[in-house]
């Protein structure tokens, strides 16, 4: 029994490794989008002046 | 101008200057002897070493040449001028892409002209192996490696770490390509009669991968 | 749809495919029968083969976005492109350790060099070494173009591969195999390989759509960059 729980171990945290990589990744796409979207605002209120 | 034009005035222009700094003709050859040399103390000096491991000795020695022959053939284009001029101009891909394998299959035809007598000397090769197969074996062996390697030098070209890149995307398409090069040549080598499925093989491999890469040169040549 | 009717459409599948995983774990340990010759082991079976099927659609929709990219210059292929490689190279890990795992204490070896542990161990390395080209490669119009070339090298090899290195290990004395674990299969334990194929299936579908979602919010973002680049030049 000890094998089949050590080869699905290994199944699950490969797979959640790679569901967390991609929040990572998300997350910083979203900071990265805020960040830009606070410079075009900063931009923008500069051409208004 | 017509591409086979093209194609030759591109290979003609390398071979030219490999010829005149022949200091990389000979730094490969001597680096694919060693490479013969250090491999071989992995099989313990054993007489019978040509029956078992010889075949696929040659090769990893060729591959390996082969692999500095390649990265050579595109690591001096970025610098020149006359490259980025001609990917700008209307000339095919296809042309370019051509000569450079020309000549890179010319230059690894002249390293296995070295290699394969001192192969045959090293490893104390028999008499009654069948040296004509293992000349075609050799060719279509250096077709597949020039032809795939330099579609992948073209595309590790435009990466960081070119060097290593470049075995990285060749040596796993080649598989089979390199399964049939060592099984050929074993099979040359002892006398058996399996040589002439591994041949059709490459020979099908080439053909297929060479019109794979005519069909997508534009992919990876491109002026940036 | 709306963004929340997505948001919502996406939270179901997040959570069907969630219990499909515990229904198929359920069968795999418990409403599977254990094996007669191997035992317990066996089981590993039920992760092992649905995860190689997963990787090899992941690969074939790969393949098929990298087509698509080179006819039609498409940003959405090249996002397919990318989550099926990356997807596809997590489950075929996933086969690729289960495999000795199971291996090692019923052959006595972790590995041999038959012609599908060859074939697959080339396989993750050449879309291994896919991932790396698009990782050293310069974002912009030419590493999707890149990649989907190589891809198709992938799709014109993989079939040569096999044929090759199958007739390779009939030639030299094969390894000692023991009958391949789909021979025979009783139907509980039939049940239980389906619900493992579609809990892995509909995870890999889910995984894939994220990573899909995520390639194209990144193409935006880079898009937004250079506009705001230009803007703040003028």
Same mark, same amino acid.
């Given at each position: 029994?000890?094998?089949?729980?050590a080869?699905?171990?290994?199944?699950?945290?490969?797979l959640?490794?790679? /569901? /967390?990589?991609?929040?990572?990744?998300?997350?910083?796409?979203?900071?990265?989008?805020?960040? /830009?979207?606070?410079?075009?605002?900063? /931009?923008?209120?500069?051409h208004?002046? | 101008?017509?591409?086979?034009?093209?194609?030759?005035?591109? @290979?003609?222009?390398?071979? &030219?200057?490999e +010829?005149?700094?022949?200091?990389a003709?000979?730094?490969?050859?001597?680096?694919?002897?060693?490479?013969?040399?250090?491999?071989?103390?992995?099989?313990?000096?054993d007489?019978?070493?040509?029956?078992?491991?010889?075949?696929?000795?040659?090769?990893?020695?060729? =591959?390996?040449?082969?692999?500095?022959?390649?990265?050579?053939s595109?690591? &001096?284009?970025?610098?020149?001028?006359?490259?980025?001029?001609?990917?700008?101009? *209307? @000339?095919?891909?296809?042309?370019?892409?051509?000569?450079?394998?020309?000549?890179?299959f010319?230059?690894?035809?002249?390293?296995?002209?070295?290699?394969?007598?001192?192969?045959?000397?090293?490893?104390?090769?028999? &008499?009654?192996a069948?040296?004509?197969?293992?000349?075609?074996?050799?060719?279509?062996?250096?077709?597949?490696? @020039? +032809?795939?390697g330099?579609?992948?030098?073209?595309?590790?070209?435009?990466?960081? !770490? &070119?060097?290593?890149?470049?075995?990285?995307?060749?040596? *796993?398409?080649?598989?089979?390509a390199?399964?049939?090069?060592?099984e050929?040549? !074993?099979?040359?080598?002892?006398?058996?009669?399996?040589?002439?499925?591994? =041949?059709?093989?490459?020979a099908?491999?080439?053909?297929?991968?060479?019109?794979?890469?005519?069909?997508?040169?534009?992919?990876?040549l491109?002026?940036? | 749809?709306s963004?929340?009717?997505?948001?919502?459409?996406?939270a179901?599948?997040?959570?069907?495919?969630?219990?499909?995983?515990?229904?198929?774990?359920?069968?795999?340990?418990?409403g599977?029968?254990?094996?007669?010759?191997?035992?317990?082991?066996?089981r590993?079976?039920?992760?092992?083969?649905?995860?190689?099927?997963?990787?090899?659609?992941a690969?074939?929709?790969?393949?098929?976005?990298?087509?698509?990219?080179?006819?039609?210059?498409s940003?959405?292929?090249d996002?397919l492109?990318?989550a099926?490689?990356?997807?596809?190279?997590?489950?075929?890990?996933?086969?690729?350790?289960?495999?000795?795992?199971w291996?090692?204490?019923?052959?006595?070896?972790?590995?041999?060099?038959?012609?599908?542990?060859?074939?697959?161990?080339?396989?993750?390395?050449?879309?291994?070494?896919?991932?790396? #080209?698009?990782?050293?490669?310069?974002?912009?119009?030419?590493?999707?173009? #890149?990649?989907?070339?190589?891809?198709?090298?992938?799709?014109?090899?993989?079939?040569?591969?096999?044929?090759?290195?199958?007739?390779w290990?009939?030639?030299?004395?094969?390894?000692v195999?023991?009958?391949?674990?789909?021979?025979?299969?009783?139907?509980?334990?039939?049940?239980?390989?389906l619900?493992?194929?579609?809990a892995?299936?509909?995870?890999?579908?889910?995984?894939?759509?994220?990573?899909?979602?995520?390639?194209?919010?990144?193409?935006?973002?880079?898009?937004?960059r250079?506009?705001? #680049?230009?803007?703040?030049?003028?």
């Amino acid at each position: 029994m000890g094998s089949v729980i050590a080869a699905y171990s290994a199944a699950w945290i490969i797979l959640m490794a790679y /569901l /967390l990589s991609l929040g990572a990744r998300q997350r910083k796409l979203q900071q990265a989008l805020e960040r /830009l979207e606070q410079a075009a605002e900063s /931009l923008r209120a500069a051409h208004v002046r | 101008m017509p591409s086979w034009r093209i194609a030759a005035a591109v @290979a003609a222009r390398d071979l &030219r200057i490999e +010829a005149r700094t022949r200091e990389a003709l000979l730094a490969m050859g001597f680096y694919a002897v060693l490479v013969m040399v250090i491999f071989s103390f992995a099989f313990a000096g054993d007489a019978s070493l040509t029956g078992l491991a010889g075949g696929g000795l040659l090769w990893v020695a060729l =591959l390996f040449a082969a692999l500095v022959a390649l990265d050579r053939s595109f690591s &001096r284009e970025a610098a020149e001028s006359s490259w980025t001029g001609l990917l700008i101009s *209307p @000339a095919p891909r296809v042309a370019v892409l051509a000569g450079k394998f020309a000549s890179s299959f010319v230059l690894l035809l002249g390293l296995e002209a070295l290699l394969v007598p001192l192969f045959a000397v090293l490893f104390n090769a028999p &008499r009654s192996a069948n040296w004509g197969g293992i000349a075609v074996t050799v060719l279509l062996g250096s077709w597949a490696l @020039a +032809a795939n390697g330099t579609y992948f030098a073209a595309m590790s070209a435009h990466a960081r !770490q &070119r060097g290593l890149l470049l075995p990285l995307l060749l040596l *796993p398409v080649s598989i089979p390509a390199v399964l049939a090069m060592v099984e050929a040549t !074993q099979a040359y080598l002892a006398g058996g009669g399996m040589a002439n499925y591994w =041949l059709r093989i490459l020979a099908g491999y080439n053909v297929i991968f060479t019109a794979l890469g005519a069909m997508l040169a534009d992919a990876v040549l491109e002026a940036e | 749809m709306s963004g929340a009717a997505k948001s919502r459409w996406f939270a179901g599948a997040a959570a069907a495919t969630l219990a499909l995983l515990l229904i198929a774990l359920y069968w795999a340990l418990i409403g599977a029968p254990t094996e007669a010759t191997m035992g317990t082991i066996q089981r590993i079976f039920y992760y092992h083969v649905p995860a190689a099927f997963s990787a090899w659609v992941a690969f074939g929709l790969n393949a098929a976005a990298s087509a698509w990219y080179l006819a039609r210059r498409s940003p959405k292929a090249d996002a397919l492109a990318v989550a099926g490689a990356e997807v596809g190279l997590a489950f075929l890990s996933v086969n690729l350790i289960s495999g000795p795992i199971w291996a090692h204490p019923v052959w006595g070896v972790w590995w041999v060099w038959d012609a599908r542990l060859t074939l697959t161990l080339a396989m993750w390395v050449m879309y291994a070494s896919y991932l790396i #080209l698009r990782q050293l490669t310069p974002p912009g119009s030419l590493q999707p173009r #890149l990649a989907a070339a190589l891809s198709m090298f992938f799709a014109a090899d993989i079939p040569i591969d096999y044929m090759a290195i199958r007739w390779w290990r009939t030639q030299h004395p094969a390894p000692v195999l023991f009958g391949g674990p789909d021979s025979g299969l009783a139907p509980r334990m039939l049940v239980a390989l389906l619900w493992s194929l579609a809990a892995f299936l509909a995870l890999a579908g889910l995984l894939m759509w994220m990573r899909y979602r995520q390639a194209l919010a990144q193409d935006e973002l880079t898009r937004r960059r250079q506009q705001q #680049l230009l803007a703040q030049e003028a």
